[in-house]
């Protein structure tokens, strides 16, 4: 299977991806980072209300995407221009959904459209919000880990829920300079290192798997065959 660049959001997402890869591993061990630092912050900003509430939606089905509610990102946080009435959540993940290790963790140009569904919604997404927070106040990646440790430690934040996952199938998404418009897939969420459990990344597996000790979770993403809007994905090499 192919395993080309994509990063992994914790969403959060982030989500997610995350988005570490083969390749931005390769250039982080080889000491090339050019995205050292945050950017300022209109660069990871998108004008357009309307045109991040689109973006955000096409992260699954207009069947799904429709009833879900819809965060967009401003100068201060997350806030909520959609309401939902099917308990998914949409939003357009920006760099920091990524572990803090991630070479792309600063990038301005990652675009993550992702939709949660209830369970994740409700305890996975809270973690990425909160990193939000964090970056918009100007903490260090130092910093955003020791508050993220602290507040799952003192249960600020929800634990993760059982049957959490998200859809990642939004053909504008650009996870990151390498990978941009990946694959569509969905991401499966899993409490610790769980991967071993559902032989994730084994010879002829089709689940891709990543420990996130960040957020303490595993990520588990499945390739799936089309975009949201229902037209063939890239396809995958054996």
Known sequence: ?????????ALVLTACAAFL????EARAQAGSNPYPAMAPLDQYLISDENSEIALARSAAPASISDGAEVMVLGRQGYTTVAKGNNGFLCLVERSWGAATDAPDFWNPKVRA????????????????????KLVLAGKSKAEIVEATASALDKKELPPLEPWGMCYMMSKEQYLNDDGKS????????APADAGKTWGADLPGSPVIATNDPEERATIFLVLVAKWSDGTPGPPTVH
């Open 182 to 189: 990946w694959h569509p897939h969905l991401m499966f969420l």
């Open 1 to 9: 299977m192919d395993k080309k660049p994509f990063g992994v959001f």
């Open 113 to 132: 459209p992702i939709c949660f569904n209830p369970p994740a919604a409700r305890s996975f997404t809270t973690i990425y919000l909160m990193k939000t």
């Open 21 to 24: 890869s083969l390749t931005c």
